[in-house]
C-alpha cells in the first residue's frame, strides 16, 4: 500500500492549458504540502495544509492553486500553464508535532 | 541566505569505503530537526536519518550515521561501506517554524557515485 501517491506521474502539455496533480495519503497524517524540484534539483516548498487549512504559501503565483478536500488529499491546479513551470512536483506528508516526512514518488510536468 | 548548505556538488567513492556527505545549517531556533533524504536517478525521495536538535546521540540507521556537531552547526551524513546502490543525489534538510506551519528547507545536494 503506497503512502503517499500521486498521480499522473508524467504530465506533457502545451503552454497555455492548464492541468491538476492529485495526491492522497494513507498515513492518517495531519499536514500535507507541495514542494517544487526545478532543473538543478533544488527542492522548494510551494504550500502546506493543515487539516485542511493553507498554512503556508510561498509567493507561489495565482496560477498555481492547492485544493484540500480533506485532511487525506491535497491537489495542486494549475492555469495557463507556462515552460517555466516544467519541473518534478512532490506531494509530502507529515504528522506534527513528529519529525516523520514521507514524499509521493514525484509529478514530472513537462511544457512545451 | 542559505539555510542549509551542502558544499559537495558531487564526490566519487571507491565500493565499500565510507563516504561523508557535508551538511551545515543556520538557524536561531533552539527546536528543530536536521534529515537526510536520498533520491536516486527513479526519482523518489527516500528518507534516511533523522537527529533532533536535543537529541544527545547522534543518529544511527544501518549503514547510515548522522555526525550531530551543534556547536558548529553541521549534520553531516556518514555512510559505511558504501555500495554501488548507494549511488544517488542526497539532500540535507532542516526542519524550521513551529505548529502547523512548519516545513522542510533543503540543501542543494550532493550527486555521490560510488565505484566498483
Known amino acids: 500500500d503506497t503512502a503517499v501517491s500521486q498521480t499522473p506521474k508524467y504530465l506533457v502539455t502545451q503552454m497555455g492549458n492548464d492541468k491538476s496533480i492529485k495526491c492522497e495519503q494513507n498515513l492518517g497524517h495531519d499536514t500535507m504540502y507541495w514542494y517544487k524540484q526545478d532543473s538543478k534539483k533544488f527542492l522548494k516548498i510551494m504550500f502546506s495544509?493543515?487539516?485542511?487549512?493553507?498554512?503556508i504559501n510561498e509567493t507561489v503565483p495565482n496560477r498555481f492553486s492547492p485544493k484540500s478536500p480533506d485532511k487525506a488529499h491535497l491537489n495542486l491546479h494549475i492555469n495557463s500553464l507556462e515552460l517555466g513551470d516544467s519541473a518534478v512536483y512532490f506531494c509530502?506528508?507529515?504528522?506534527?508535532?513528529?519529525?516523520?516526512?514521507?514524499f509521493g514518488s514525484g509529478t514530472r510536468l513537462t511544457v512545451v | 541566505a542559505q539555510k542549509i548548505t551542502q558544499t559537495q556538488p558531487g564526490m566519487f567513492v571507491q565500493e565499500k569505503e565510507a563516504v561523508t556527505l557535508d551538511c551545515t545549517y543556520d538557524?536561531?531556533?533552539?527546536?528543530?530537526?536536521l534529515f537526510w533524504y536520498k533520491q536516486p536517478s527513479s526519482g523518489e525521495m527516500i528518507f534516511l536519518i533523522y537527529q533532533g536538535s536535543y537529541d544527545e546521540q547522534n543518529a544511527t540507521e544501518g549503514r547510515y550515521s548522522l555526525n550531530f556537531q551543534k556547536a558548529r552547526k553541521s549534520a553531516n551524513l556518514v555512510i559505511s561501506a558504501s555500495q554501488l546502490g548507494d549511488s544517488a543525489m542526497y539532500f540535507c534538510a532542516m526542519r524550521e517554524g513551529r505548529g502547523g506551519a512548519q516545513k522542510l528547507v533543503f540543501g542543494q545536494g550532493t550527486r555521490l557515485t560510488i565505484n566498483p
Open positions: 509530502a506528508s507529515s504528522h506534527l508535532p513528529g519529525h516523520g516526512y514521507t
Open positions: 538557524t536561531s531556533d533552539q527546536s528543530y530537526g
Open positions: 495544509y493543515n487539516n485542511k487549512e493553507l498554512i
